[in-house]
Nanobody
Framework: VQLQASGGGLVQTGGSLRLSCATSGFVFDDYAIAWFRQAPGKQREGVSSIRISNGDIYYTDSVKGRFTISRDIRQTTVYLQMNSLRPEDTAVYYC?????????WGQGTLVTVSS
Protein backbone atom coordinates (compact mmCIF):
# COMPACT_ATOMS: atom_id res chain seq x y z
CA VAL A 1 0.00 0.00 0.00
CA GLN A 2 1.40 3.38 -1.01
CA LEU A 3 0.01 6.86 -0.61
CA GLN A 4 1.80 9.83 -2.16
CA ALA A 5 0.60 13.24 -1.05
CA SER A 6 1.56 16.38 -2.94
CA GLY A 7 0.43 19.90 -3.71
CA GLY A 8 1.28 21.78 -0.56
CA GLY A 9 2.94 25.15 -0.55
CA LEU A 10 2.89 28.70 0.72
CA VAL A 11 -0.17 30.85 0.04
CA GLN A 12 -1.63 34.04 1.39
CA THR A 13 -4.84 34.20 3.38
CA GLY A 14 -7.76 33.70 1.04
CA GLY A 15 -5.71 31.72 -1.44
CA SER A 16 -6.23 28.21 -2.78
CA LEU A 17 -4.32 24.98 -3.11
CA ARG A 18 -5.18 21.55 -4.42
CA LEU A 19 -3.68 18.55 -2.70
CA SER A 20 -3.37 15.19 -4.41
CA CYS A 21 -3.08 11.73 -2.90
CA ALA A 22 -1.93 9.18 -5.44
CA THR A 23 -2.52 5.62 -4.27
CA SER A 24 -1.40 2.15 -5.24
CA GLY A 25 -1.19 -1.36 -3.87
CA PHE A 26 -4.82 -1.91 -2.96
CA VAL A 27 -8.24 -2.06 -4.59
CA PHE A 28 -9.07 1.63 -4.66
CA ASP A 29 -12.83 1.21 -4.95
CA ASP A 30 -13.10 -0.84 -1.74
CA TYR A 31 -11.97 1.81 0.72
CA ALA A 32 -12.38 5.31 2.05
CA ILE A 33 -9.50 7.76 1.76
CA ALA A 34 -9.12 10.46 4.36
CA TRP A 35 -7.15 13.66 4.73
CA PHE A 36 -5.72 14.55 8.12
CA ARG A 37 -3.62 17.50 9.18
CA GLN A 38 -1.25 18.25 11.99
CA ALA A 39 -0.36 21.78 12.98
CA PRO A 40 2.77 22.50 15.03
CA GLY A 41 2.23 21.52 18.64
CA LYS A 42 -1.21 20.06 17.98
CA GLN A 43 -2.68 16.64 17.55
CA ARG A 44 -3.41 15.24 14.14
CA GLU A 45 -7.03 15.87 13.18
CA GLY A 46 -9.33 14.51 10.51
CA VAL A 47 -10.19 17.02 7.81
CA SER A 48 -12.19 15.17 5.20
CA SER A 49 -12.84 11.72 3.81
CA ILE A 50 -14.47 10.10 0.82
CA ARG A 51 -15.76 6.57 0.35
CA ILE A 52 -14.56 5.67 -3.12
CA SER A 53 -17.37 3.27 -4.05
CA ASN A 54 -20.31 5.57 -3.42
CA GLY A 55 -18.79 9.01 -2.96
CA ASP A 56 -19.98 9.49 0.61
CA ILE A 57 -18.12 12.50 2.00
CA TYR A 58 -17.26 13.87 5.41
CA TYR A 59 -15.84 17.28 6.34
CA THR A 60 -14.85 18.57 9.71
CA ASP A 61 -16.82 21.67 10.61
CA SER A 62 -13.94 24.11 10.27
CA VAL A 63 -13.47 23.40 6.55
CA LYS A 64 -17.08 23.01 5.40
CA GLY A 65 -17.84 25.32 2.52
CA ARG A 66 -14.14 25.93 1.82
CA PHE A 67 -12.65 22.50 1.08
CA THR A 68 -13.84 19.98 -1.48
CA ILE A 69 -12.73 16.36 -1.63
CA SER A 70 -13.01 14.36 -4.82
CA ARG A 71 -11.69 11.19 -6.37
CA ASP A 72 -10.52 10.01 -9.77
CA ILE A 73 -11.15 6.31 -9.90
CA ARG A 74 -9.14 5.76 -13.07
CA GLN A 75 -6.12 7.52 -11.61
CA THR A 76 -6.70 6.04 -8.11
CA THR A 77 -6.14 9.53 -6.77
CA VAL A 78 -8.00 11.62 -4.23
CA TYR A 79 -7.91 15.40 -4.29
CA LEU A 80 -8.52 18.06 -1.68
CA GLN A 81 -9.36 21.45 -3.15
CA MET A 82 -8.78 24.07 -0.48
CA ASN A 83 -10.19 27.54 -1.00
CA SER A 84 -10.41 30.61 1.23
CA LEU A 85 -7.42 29.40 3.17
CA ARG A 86 -6.79 30.80 6.62
CA PRO A 87 -3.66 30.92 8.77
CA GLU A 88 -5.22 28.28 11.02
CA ASP A 89 -5.18 25.87 8.07
CA THR A 90 -1.39 25.83 8.27
CA ALA A 91 -0.34 22.23 8.88
CA VAL A 92 1.20 19.15 7.37
CA TYR A 93 -1.54 17.36 5.48
CA TYR A 94 -1.57 13.58 5.29
CA CYS A 95 -3.72 11.18 3.35
CA UNK A 96 -4.76 7.93 4.96
CA UNK A 97 -6.37 4.60 4.26
CA UNK A 98 -7.29 1.89 6.75
CA UNK A 99 -6.84 -1.56 5.28
CA UNK A 100 -7.17 -4.77 7.31
CA UNK A 101 -7.23 -2.68 10.50
CA UNK A 102 -3.88 -1.08 9.62
CA UNK A 103 -3.49 2.65 9.10
CA UNK A 104 -1.44 3.62 6.08
CA TRP A 105 -0.20 7.19 5.73
CA GLY A 106 1.29 9.25 2.97
CA GLN A 107 4.43 11.19 3.71
CA GLY A 108 2.65 14.49 4.28
CA THR A 109 2.65 17.76 2.40
CA LEU A 110 3.14 21.12 4.12
CA VAL A 111 0.56 23.84 3.70
CA THR A 112 1.52 27.27 5.01
CA VAL A 113 -0.98 30.11 4.94
CA SER A 114 0.48 33.55 5.61
CA SER A 115 -1.57 36.34 7.16
Amino acid sequence: VQLQASGGGLVQTGGSLRLSCATSGFVFDDYAIAWFRQAPGKQREGVSSIRISNGDIYYTDSVKGRFTISRDIRQTTVYLQMNSLRPEDTAVYYCNVVRAHINYWGQGTLVTVSS
